[in-house]
């Protein structure tokens, strides 16, 4: 069992930056693979991007590339996706999720667990 917990949402307006956190307790991260996710009203989830706890290999959606970093901190159990020059098409709920396996994985189906979600809000 791993449980997530994800921080660091609000509201943001267009051009601004943000960093959300999540944390996984239940068992150590070094063997995870970690992958965030978003989901806007009426669209389905969406990976961001990903990162392997073992190796900090990291990978990104297209849209995202180069604004948005993933990074982890083994001791802490907990990656970061740092945003910056955020936009209004960015608002939407983010989850992280684990891949047991240490795959990083964009398909939704193949996390095995997934945080409760923070809402993050770009203003125009």
């Known amino acids: 069992q791993v449980d997530l917990v994800e921080s660091g949402g609000g509201l943001v307006q267009a051009g601004g930056s943000l960093r959300l956190s999540c944390t996984a307790s239940?068992?150590?991260?070094?063997?995870?693979?970690m992958t965030w996710f978003r989901q806007a009203p009426g669209k389905e989830r969406e990976a961001v991007g990903g990162?392997?706890?073992?190796?900090?290999?990291?990978y990104y959606r297209d849209s995202v590339r180069g604004r948005f970093t993933i990074s982890k901190d083994n001791a802490k159990n907990t990656i970061f996706l740092q945003m910056k020059s955020l936009k209004p098409e960015d608002t939407a709920v983010y989850y992280c999720?684990?891949?047991?396996?240490?795959?990083?994985?964009?398909?939704?189906?193949?996390?095995?667990?997934w945080g409760q979600g923070t809402q993050v809000t770009v203003s125009s």
């Open positions: 999720a684990a891949n047991v396996r240490g795959e990083i994985n964009f398909a939704p189906d193949a996390n095995d667990y």
């Open positions: 239940g068992r150590t991260a070094d063997e995870l693979a």
């Open positions: 990162i392997s706890m073992t190796w900090g290999v990291t």
